[in-house]
T-cell receptor
Framework: GAVVSQHPSWVICKSGTSVKIECRSL??????MFWYRQFPKQSLMLMAT?????????EQGVEKDKFLINHASLTLSTLTVTSAHPEDSSFYIC?????????????FGPGTRLTVL | EDKVVQSPLSLVVHEGDTVTLNCSYE??????LLWYKQEKKAPTFLFML????IEKKSGRLSSILDKKELFSILNITATQTGDSAVYLC???????????FGGGTRLMVKP
């Protein structure tokens, strides 16, 4: 099956620093990748949709200057949390869709737990 | 190595049928198992299960966890076309630092 990896799996950083999270599709080319954030009570919020070679589409209320997304290749998308603050602490999850997806199925990465001190 | 496996991969039923979706897992330091329904954008949270044998119920949906056999089932009774979606199972483990999703089960309910 399609495998999506994320790196790092967890990261602790100081307030004000920037953190980059990588999302890779290991055995397929992902034309579209999605970034989610997990909130309390396990709800997932879609932050942005990332298409290879073009600018990401951000959901309403998500600061594009704070959450920088780059989808430079068909197998890699990165999320950079700039000037991180404690309220940015969360689980960030990516997913990827294959080019031949018929039913919009997505394959999820293992998530990255970010803790901002 | 698959840590969370869902079955079946896809399912087509008619309105009124009852369906059972399966999720098996193999992780260390299990913390909780989560069920989500994904239709368009972000998956919608359905249930969180932490204890064996305690059924969680919401309307026509119910779920139960077996921590000895390492699996969970999601039941949907009297299915409706609006139940058509991908149902995702995810497991939190390693003291909550890790979260792994299964591949999902695509359910299609025909009128």
């Amino acid at each position: 099956g399609a495998v999506v990896s994320q790196h790092p799996s967890w990261v602790i950083c100081k307030s004000g620093t920037s953190v980059k999270i990588e999302c890779r599709s290991l055995d397929f080319q992902a034309t579209t990748m999605f970034w989610y954030r997990q909130f309390p009570k396990q709800s997932l919020m879609l932050m942005a949709t990332s298409n290879e070679g073009s600018k990401a589409t951000y959901e309403q209320g998500v600061e594009k200057d704070k959450f920088l997304i780059n989808h430079a290749s068909l197998t890699l998308s990165t999320l950079t949390v700039t000037s991180a603050h404690p309220e940015d602490s969360s689980f960030y999850i990516c997913s990827a869709r294959t080019p031949d997806s018929v039913y919009n199925e997505q394959f999820f990465g293992p998530g990255t737990r970010l803790t901002v001190l | 190595e698959d840590k969370v496996v869902q079955s079946p991969l896809s399912l087509v039923v008619h309105e009124g049928d009852t369906v059972t979706l399966n999720c098996s897992y193999e992780v260390t330091n299990f913390r909780s198992l989560l069920w989500y329904k994904q239709e368009k954008k972000a998956p919608t949270f359905l249930f969180m299960l932490t204890s064996s044998g305690i059924e969680k119920k919401s309307g026509r949906l119910s779920s139960i966890l077996d921590k000895k056999e390492l699996f969970s089932i999601l039941n949907i009774t009297a299915t409706q076309t609006g139940d058509s979606a991908v149902y995702l199972c995810a497991v939190e483990y390693d003291a909550g630092n890790m979260l792994t999703f299964g591949g999902g089960t695509r359910l299609m309910v025909k009128p």
